[in-house]
């Protein structure tokens, strides 16, 4: 995913990862862009300072599957074959909301 396309997936409220289920892409109160790692809270800018280069290669970033694409498997793969945002145990990956 490009830049723009990584952007354009978060503001539309899908969930975009990056290399795993485990790095979520969000976009915080003040419009920054940032990559969380679940599991501990740290995050990075999904971008260098000055906005352009991604933290990450364009091919480790994607969207997870909805529900209905992990019941119709194939109906929306990734273009690696590899499906990565659906969870070991077949649960779709849930969009990191940080709690009050």
């Known amino acids: ?5 990584i952007k354009a997936a978060v503001d539309a409220g899908q969930t975009v990862h990056w290399a795993n289920t485990g790095y979520v892409v969000h976009k915080d109160r003040l419009g920054q862009y940032l990559i969380t790692h679940v599991p501990n809270g740290s995050c990075i800018g999904l ?9 990450g290669k364009e091919t ?6 909805s529900k209905d694409a992990a019941e119709n ?5 990734r273009p690696d074959g590899q499906g990565k945002g659906v969870v070991p145990g ?3 990956a849930q969009s990191f909301r940080r709690q009050r």
């Open 1 to 5: 995913m490009t830049l723009d396309d």
């Open 47 to 55: 971008t260098d300072r000055g906005g352009h280069r991604l933290n």
């Open 60 to 65: 480790e970033f994607f969207v997870a599957q």
């Open 90 to 92: 077949g649960k779709v």
């Open 73 to 77: 498997p194939g109906s929306h793969p």
